[in-house]
């Protein structure tokens, strides 16, 4: 029996998805799906075979996963942009992962696909039909082992090419599981997706919540009014932001109550935030004067998420100031986290010297655990992260940022993600990126692309850097800058290192 199909027969009444205006039971919801499995399988899809999914947020991408779950397939989902801005890329990412089918929007698609290609409203053609008379009965769900493939999906590709990450039944199940022991289970929990569902991120609240039964409010990405409205409805309950959105939101409550704490903390139990290392002073203005229940939390795709999590309880601590701002948390319920000397390799953990590192010695993030993906891992279960992080004398981890992104400036080490917090504090800076350009005599040197809090009134780079000046190394100060109206970034939120990067190819703007 799957997820899906379980909760169909225990809590039919009760309410799983809300998209838009469209409310569904657990029962109703069910039957769209067996229905729109049905469709699949008569396009050929059977246990094991590779469903490619590129849409956006929205009820069919909701039927696509559910319903290649319920074959027994193995679901690809594929960002939505692709078909209609890079066929390469696309058609990369459905050979790598032997898609057999893609289901995307007709004609949306720039270039031909190496598989039959389904519209999403051939998902939904049957609701009003009789499937038995139409000669497309629905199939029974098909049972899977928590070893089987449950989803290929691809990295953010903020860092890099995006590559593709074999997560098993299991591995969602254990994530899950190691969430709900943290935030624990209320029947009555309705979580808002805004993140996109081609990404662990947004794929792992629609597995959480068909496993724990609750509701889901499903929005076509982040629009911070909207998300404020669904808050002080007080029927939000829990909810995944990355840093970007969670500053949006806070901007936009500042212009509405200048100064003034958040209604909209009525029925909100816990925001998660990821998508990157947890900046203190933002963590400190939502929690502490915002009154948001905001916990930080570490995870990625080769993890089916969250492994480390900062506990609801720790929010009053936080509040009165007898804690920091910032960390992750400690490790999830079956997860666990070393840090280890730079250049530790597979099997070095018993090397005097390379790890467990000591408290609060700053390396790289090792993680072992039910979640994690066999493919990523080695051969003793540990995962290497690329991220650089400590422990505290606690256990709580703290993230410093990749390691690969790195900028090397004459000879000292800058992590982007530092200076981003410092200029995001700059009142005049709505957001901000950082990246490492070529430098005829640093080698590498700090860039800083901004979006003005304020277009008509931008703040001057000579500002900016002298703003850094009074809170950063020397070293550590953006050398060029550029004022943009957006930032790239990748479809989960994150920034597009290398081409913010690509800003400066032009003439600098020096600080």
């Given at each position: 029996?799957?997820?899906?199909?379980?909760?169909?027969?225990?809590?039919?009444?009760?309410?799983?998805?809300?998209?838009?205006?469209?409310?569904?039971?657990?029962?109703?919801?069910?039957?769209?799906?067996?229905?729109?499995?049905?469709?699949?399988?008569?396009?050929?899809?059977?246990?094991?075979?590779?469903?490619?999914?590129?849409?956006?947020?929205?009820?069919?991408?909701?039927?696509?996963?559910?319903?290649?779950?319920?074959?027994?397939?193995?679901?690809?989902?594929?960002?939505?942009?692709?078909?209609?801005?890079?066929?390469?890329?696309?058609?990369?990412?459905?050979?790598?992962?032997?898609?057999?089918?893609?289901?995307?929007?007709?004609?949306?698609?720039?270039?031909?696909?190496?598989?039959?290609?389904?519209?999403?409203?051939?998902?939904?053609?049957?609701?009003?039909?009789?499937?038995?008379?139409?000669?497309?009965?629905?199939?029974?769900?098909?049972?899977?082992?928590?070893?089987?493939?449950?989803?290929?999906?691809?990295?953010?590709?903020?860092?890099?090419?995006?590559?593709?990450?074999?997560?098993?039944?299991?591995?969602?199940?254990?994530?899950?599981?190691?969430?709900?022991?943290?935030?624990?289970?209320?029947?009555?929990?309705?979580?808002?997706?805004?993140?996109?569902?081609?990404?662990?991120?947004?794929?792992?609240?629609?597995?959480?919540?068909?496993?724990?039964?609750?509701?889901?409010?499903?929005?076509?990405?982040?629009?911070?009014?909207?998300?404020?409205?669904?808050?002080?409805?007080?029927?939000?309950?829990?909810?995944?932001?990355?840093?970007?959105?969670?500053?949006?939101?806070?901007?936009?409550?500042?212009?509405?109550?200048?100064?003034?704490?958040?209604?909209?903390?009525?029925?909100?139990?816990?925001?998660?935030?990821?998508?990157?290392?947890?900046?203190?002073?933002?963590?400190?203005?939502?929690?502490?004067?915002?009154?948001?229940?905001?916990?930080?939390?570490?995870?990625?795709?080769?993890?089916?998420?969250?492994?480390?999590?900062?506990?609801?309880?720790?929010?009053?601590?936080?509040?009165?100031?007898?804690?920091?701002?910032?960390?992750?948390?400690?490790?999830?319920?079956?997860?666990?986290?070393?840090?280890r000397a730079p250049g530790a390799e597979e099997g070095d953990a018993g090397v005097p010297g390379r790890a467990p590192a000591t408290a609060g010695e700053t390396g790289e993030i090792w993680v072992r655990g039910p979640m994690v993906s066999a493919s990523s891992a080695?051969?003793?279960?540990?995962?290497?992260?690329?991220?650089?992080?400590?422990?505290?004398?606690?256990?709580?981890?703290?993230?410093?940022?990749?390691?690969?992104?790195?900028?090397?400036?004459?000879?000292?080490?800058?992590?982007?993600?530092?200076?981003?917090?410092?200029?995001?504090?700059?009142?005049?800076?709505?957001?901000?990126?950082?990246?490492?350009?070529?430098?005829?005599?640093?080698?590498?040197?700090?860039?800083?692309?901004?979006?003005?809090?304020?277009?008509?009134?931008?703040?001057?780079?000579?500002?900016?850097?002298?703003?850094?000046?009074?809170?950063?190394?020397?070293?550590?100060?953006?050398?060029?800058?550029?004022?943009?109206?957006?930032?790239?970034?990748?479809?989960?939120?994150?920034?597009?290192?290398?081409?913010?990067?690509?800003?400066?190819?032009?003439?600098?703007?020096?600080?």
């Amino acid at each position: 029996m799957t997820w899906l199909a379980h909760q169909m027969r225990v809590r039919p009444e009760a309410t799983a998805l809300r998209v838009g205006e469209q409310v569904l039971t657990y029962g109703a919801l069910g039957e769209l799906v067996g229905r729109a499995a049905a469709c699949l399988a008569e396009a050929g899809v059977g246990p094991d075979s590779r469903v490619a999914v590129a849409l956006p947020n929205s009820l069919e991408h909701v039927l696509a996963i559910y319903a290649t779950s319920w074959l027994g397939a193995v679901l690809v989902p594929v960002d939505p942009r692709l078909p209609a801005v890079d066929p390469v890329e696309l058609r990369r990412r459905l050979e790598v992962a032997g898609a057999g089918v893609l289901v995307a929007s007709a004609g949306s698609a720039k270039e031909p696909v190496p598989c039959p290609v389904i519209d999403p409203a051939e998902l939904c053609s049957t609701v009003e039909s009789d499937p038995v008379a139409s000669g497309n009965p629905v199939p029974p769900p098909r049972p899977r082992h928590p070893d089987e493939l449950h989803s290929i999906v691809f990295t953010s590709g903020s860092t890099g090419r995006p590559e593709a990450v074999h997560l098993t039944h299991g591995n969602h199940l254990a994530s899950a599981v190691a969430s709900a022991f943290n935030l624990g289970i209320d029947r009555r929990d309705d979580w808002l997706c805004c993140l996109p569902l081609v990404h662990v991120g947004g794929l792992a609240i629609v597995l959480r919540s068909v496993l724990y039964g609750t509701a889901l409010t499903l929005t076509d990405g982040f629009d911070a009014p909207r998300v404020a409205e669904l808050f002080r409805s007080g029927r939000i309950t829990l909810a995944s932001l990355v840093p970007t959105m969670l500053r949006r939101l806070l901007a936009l409550q500042e212009r509405l109550t200048p100064g003034s704490a958040p209604e909209q903390t009525r029925g909100l139990r816990a925001i998660l935030l990821g998508g990157g290392p947890a900046d203190p002073a933002l963590v400190e203005e939502a929690v502490v004067r915002r009154g948001l229940p905001v916990l930080a939390t570490y995870g990625m795709t080769e993890t089916a998420s969250q492994v480390a999590t900062v506990p609801p309880e720790r929010l009053d601590a936080i509040r009165r100031g007898d804690e920091p701002p910032g960390s992750a948390g400690q490790p999830l319920l079956g997860a666990e986290i070393e840090i280890r000397a730079p250049g530790a390799e597979e099997g070095d953990a018993g090397v005097p010297g390379r790890a467990p590192a000591t408290a609060g010695e700053t390396g790289e993030i090792w993680v072992r655990g039910p979640m994690v993906s066999a493919s990523s891992a080695g051969a003793d279960g540990w995962f290497r992260t690329g991220d650089l992080g400590r422990l505290d004398a606690a256990g709580n981890l703290w993230v410093a940022g990749r390691r690969d992104q790195v900028i090397v400036t004459g000879g000292e080490n800058v992590s982007p993600e530092r200076v981003e917090a410092v200029l995001a504090a700059h009142p005049g800076v709505a957001e901000c990126a950082v990246a490492g350009v070529d430098d005829p005599e640093w080698g590498r040197s700090v860039a800083a692309a901004v979006v003005p809090r304020h277009p008509e009134r931008p703040p001057e780079p000579a500002a900016l850097a002298a703003w850094c000046r009074e809170r950063l190394a020397p070293f550590e100060v953006p050398k060029r800058w550029r004022l943009v109206a957006d930032l790239p970034r990748t479809a989960a939120g994150k920034p597009r290192r290398a081409d913010v990067a690509a800003l400066f190819e032009g003439p600098p703007a020096e600080g």
